[in-house]
């Protein structure tokens, strides 16, 4: 709950709501939603997708409103109050979070092992030493890293994959005298404004493409000037944020609890900076493993394996055990690093299997497909350049309700798509409308486990993230309109 807490002056101020309890309220008020929503559904038949795979779709012109179970008024309010109850644990039994909780526990785990053997502490403080001696390093270092993030985010669809970085770059960022936010940032900005404005991504321009009958990875060109003017913005922004938190800390929301991070030596601030040929060893390791990760998730046409969760949480186990064996910390101690980075992400699992029962929720009362169709029936009959602009509203509200986004493009885009060649926009707008929807709110809705889970592995509110992060999001939706209207204009993909 919302407590008020005296400051040092006497005066009472509001503590941000903890992020567990913006979650049971917005199931409170999903539940609310199926009251006030008529059910109804799509028919649904499987597709086979150009190098992704099968995929559920929905059959356009299916839509069908369902009646509500007569359970009456008392037995509606029980089962309701049922579905709020029991959201949480469904959460965390869906098959694909059981999968997300498991992977954020072991690849933690793996990183504490990491931690364990003062290989990233050594390598950040002989970074940091050389940033203080060229200011250009310095000012480079987020630049540099968001790039980086936002490749992985372009073109194997990086998300999950950053949550783990969390725990390397709040330290750095701590380090450089900026904060926690702009720590967290450098992975999930940068990742994610990569996975929005994607050339290659197989997750979401490759399922949709296929859905839509467009040739796989078609129109990159495009997307890579389109990727290079997003990356651009949320790094200047990033930049922007934290030199004005560097010459005024106090203006950071989580300045306090970063005075406590510091206070517990998570800042790199001490003067020893000896670097041991173990902990060279361990980073060589870690490294060499990142390398086999980037090949191991890019799709078998585009020379990679085609990993996932359950294979990317197996190398990273297997890159801590070689980790601890050679970075000294013998089976017992290499066991105890794994069990405690385990411990300390007890939390963040708990959060990934909460926003979930938002969507669990939202299913019980079958009205995902209601919206749909009703945000669908808004486009008919408008002008191209309104109609692309629509798709693009539509799915941005869509993506809180589905925040995967080749679970979105299988909903979507089977409607999105006929609908686009009613309207005079190309199926290639059509899908890069999806593209931007999908991505760009990815940063702030709530729903998201990958982004839960990531602020929580920071020890950041969601009201705190989602506040700071807001004029981003406004100005990227402004960005996205603004594509729109050029894509429609020369005709993309036509």
């Known amino acids: 709950m919302i407590e008020a807490e005296k400051t040092t002056e006497g005066t009472k101020r509001f503590r941000s709501p903890d992020t567990a309890l913006i979650i049971f309220i917005i199931i409170f008020f999903a539940a609310i939603l199926t009251w ?39 037995g509606a309010l029980i089962h309701s109050t049922g579905m709020v109850l029991k959201a949480p644990i469904l959460g965390f039994t869906d098959p694909d979070v059981v999968q997300v909780i498991a992977f954020v526990f072991l690849v933690g785990g793996a990183f504490s092992i990491l931690q364990r053997t003062g290989a990233v502490e050594a390598a950040l403080r002989r970074l940091v030493q050389a940033s203080r001696r060229s200011r250009s390093l310095e000012l480079m270092m987020v630049p540099l890293f968001m790039t980086l993030f936002s490749l ?14 969390v725990l390397i770059f709040v330290p750095l960022a701590l380090a450089l005298g900026y904060d926690s936010i702009t720590g967290a940032s450098i992975p999930i ?18 399922v949709a493409q296929g859905i839509a009958g467009v040739p796989l990875f078609s129109g990159a060109g495009f997307r890579m000037v389109l990727w290079l003017v997003i990356t651009g913005i949320g790094i200047v922004f990033v930049m922007w944020y934290a030199h004005r938190v560097r010459k005024d800390p106090e203006r950071s929301p989580t300045f306090e609890a970063d005075q406590e991070k510091r206070r517990s030596g998570l800042h790199l601030n001490e003067v020893d900076a000896t670097f041991t040929a173990r902990q060279k060893a361990v980073l060589a390791i870690f490294f060499v493993g990142l390398a086999v990760l980037v ?20 190398l990273f186990i297997g890159l801590g055990l070689l980790m601890g064996l050679v970075g000294g910390l013998g089976g017992n101690g290499t066991a105890t690093a794994f069990t405690e980075g385990v411990r300390q992400l007890a939390v963040t699992g708990v959060i990934i299997g909460l926003a979930r029962g938002i969507l669990i929720v939202l299913q019980d009362g079958q009205v995902i497909d209601t919206i749909l ?7 008919e009959g408008t002008s191209s350049a309104t109609a692309a602009m629509v798709m693009f509203g539509c799915q ?15 909903l979507t885009i089977p409607l999105m798509a006929p609908l686009s060649d009613l309207v005079g926009v190309t199926r290639q707008t059509a899908v890069l409308a999806f593209q931007m929807g999908d ?32 004029p981003l999001q406004l100005v990227l939706f402004a960005v996205g309109l603004i594509v729109l209207a050029i894509a429609v204009s020369i005709g993309f993909g036509a």
């Open 36 to 74: 006030v929503v008529p059910p109804g559904a799509y028919e649904r038949s499987e597709m086979q997708v150009q190098g992704v795979g099968t995929r559920e779709v929905v059959v356009p012109g299916t839509f069908a409103t369902l009646e509500r179970e007569e359970r009456g008024v008392i």
């Open 152 to 165: 992985g985010g372009a073109i194997f669809g990086m998300a999950e994959e950053m949550i783990p970085f």
């Open 189 to 206: 900005v940068g990742s994610m404004t990569g996975f929005a404005a994607a050339f290659f991504n197989p997750f979401t321009v490759g």
């Open 295 to 314: 090949w191991g998730v890019l799709p078998p046409d585009q020379g990679g394996q085609g990993w996932y969760i359950v294979e990317i949480a197996a």
């Open 373 to 379: 169709h009703a945000m669908a029936s808004v486009l």
């Open 396 to 410: 941005t509200l869509i993506n809180f309700f589905i925040p995967s986004g080749s679970g979105q493009a299988a």
């Open 439 to 470: 991505g760009f709110t990815n940063m702030i809705v709530p729903t998201s486990p990958v982004l839960m889970g990531a602020l929580a592995l920071g020890g950041i509110s969601w009201t705190k993230w989602a506040k700071w992060i807001l």
